[in-house]
T-cell receptor, first 114, second 111 residues
Framework: DAGVIQSPRHEVTEMGQEVTLRCKPI?????LFWYRQTMMRGLELLIY????????DSGMPEDRFSAKMPNASFSTLKIQPSEPRDSAVYFC????????????FGPGTRLTVT | QKEVEQNSGPLSVPEGAIASLNCTYS??????FFWYRQYSGKSPELIMS????GDKEDGRFTAQLNKASQYVSLLIRDSQPSDSATYLC???????????FGKGTRLHILP
């Protein structure tokens, strides 16, 4: 079975540009999580969805960040406008059930904003 | 106090020895505990989960949980160079709540 799929794997963009990250969760999983990882702050949860509904977006840093999950097999994380401090690795993870047990991570998107 | 604390390391252990990784958490009502392994440049991979006090063994890995002391550990027996990675401790405070990750401990197995 395919794991969590993320695209693109690498993204380099200039400050002020819009960035869209994409995620396809494992088939059958009904919870999806977006994380950001940096050396300074470690792995931070940005937002998570259950059955396509956002449950907790308290980790979204500011209004420049938005996330959607239009159906069970696709989610996007958008940054508009991007800033250099957004440079990080962004992971998507999915799990089965209403509890956030045993999450499975995608390969991540390395974002560099210059 | 940080919600989930780990020593950042690096922790250096000779090949074949036991590696002991420790994690403390601040919220006493936490219910679920996880260990993830992350190789450099890769994504976190779940290796152990534990939900009740005591030990849980899976191959060379043993997770230990002591809720009274708010302490969870991971033991790796017969350490191999392939175990060299960052190990992330994660805690779920309530059944319907998110998971909080520690910053991880870098483990280096010396050949």
């Amino acid at each position: 079975d395919a794991g969590v799929i993320q695209s693109p794997r690498h993204e380099v963009t200039e400050m002020g540009q819009e960035v869209t990250l994409r995620c396809k969760p494992i088939s059958g999983h009904n919870s999806l999580f977006w994380y950001r990882q940096t050396m300074m702050r470690g792995l931070e949860l940005l937002i998570y969805f259950n059955n396509n509904v956002p449950i907790d977006d308290s980790g979204m840093p500011e209004d420049r960040f938005s996330a959607k999950m239009p159906n069970a097999s696709f989610s996007t994380l958008k940054i508009q406008p991007s800033e250099p401090r957004d440079s990080a690795v962004y992971f998507c993870a999915s799990s089965y059930g209403t509890d956030p047990y045993e999450q499975y991570f995608g390969p991540g998107t390395r974002l560099t904003v210059t | 106090q940080k919600e989930v604390e780990q020593n950042s390391g690096p922790l250096s252990v000779p090949e074949g020895a036991i590696a002991s990784l420790n994690c403390t958490y601040s919220d006493r009502v936490s219910q679920s505990f996880f260990w993830y392994r992350q190789y450099s440049g890769k994504s976190p991979e779940l290796i152990m989960s534990i939900y009740s006090n005591g030990d849980k063994e899976d191959g060379r890995f043993t997770a230990q949980l002591n809720k009274a002391s708010q302490y969870v550990s991971l033991l790796i027996r017969d350490s191999q160079p392939s175990d060299s990675a960052t190990y992330l401790c994660a805690v779920n405070k309530r059944r319907d709540d998110k998971i909080i990750f520690g910053k991880g401990t870098r483990l280096h197995i010396l050949p």
